[in-house]
């Protein structure tokens, strides 16, 4: 149920950072839960592998490198998801993974964890 949960935060937030930004387009909800699951794919599967190759850099950076990699992984998610969720360049892909990780902890905080912990 969990995960599930973590799909539909992600979608809400990606459509949120998608009106925020002109050059962040998105075709809809169902576009959003898919780039959303795409995300958590990749997640799961790259994001770990990028940590351990860049660990010197991350450390080094105290930790900012991090932003660069989930923008990576945000650009991972446009490739496979084609025309529905697009983003104009590595740069807003910065910020959008910056903003993405401010929304996504203020949603768990404020409306998930006090609903899931009753």
């Given at each position: 149920?969990g995960?599930?949960?973590?799909?539909?935060?992600?979608?809400?937030?990606?459509?949120?950072?998608?009106?925020?930004?002109?050059?962040?387009?998105?075709?809809?909800?169902m576009?959003?839960?898919l780039?959303?699951?795409?995300?958590?794919?990749?997640?799961l599967?790259?994001?770990?592998?990028?940590?351990?190759?860049?660990?010197?850099?991350?450390?080094?950076?105290?930790?900012?490198?991090?932003?660069?990699?989930?923008?990576?992984?945000?650009?991972i998610?446009?490739?496979?998801?084609?025309?529905?969720?697009?983003?104009?360049?590595?740069?807003?892909?910065?910020?959008?993974?910056?903003?993405?990780?401010?929304?996504?902890?203020?949603?768990?905080t404020?409306?998930?964890?006090?609903?899931?912990?009753?």
């Amino acid at each position: 149920m969990g995960w599930l949960i973590q799909i539909v935060v992600n979608a809400v937030v990606l459509m949120i950072i998608a009106r925020l930004f002109s050059g962040i387009e998105i075709d809809g909800v169902m576009a959003a839960l898919l780039a959303s699951f795409i995300l958590a794919i990749v997640n799961l599967i790259v994001k770990p592998i990028l940590i351990v190759l860049t660990l010197p850099v991350t450390i080094l950076t105290l930790g900012l490198f991090l932003f660069v990699i989930n923008a990576i992984a945000l650009m991972i998610t446009q490739f496979f998801m084609g025309g529905a969720f697009t983003i104009d360049g590595f740069g807003l892909a910065i910020i959008a993974a910056i903003i993405f990780a401010i929304l996504s902890a203020l949603i768990h905080t404020f409306i998930v964890d006090p609903i899931t912990k009753r």
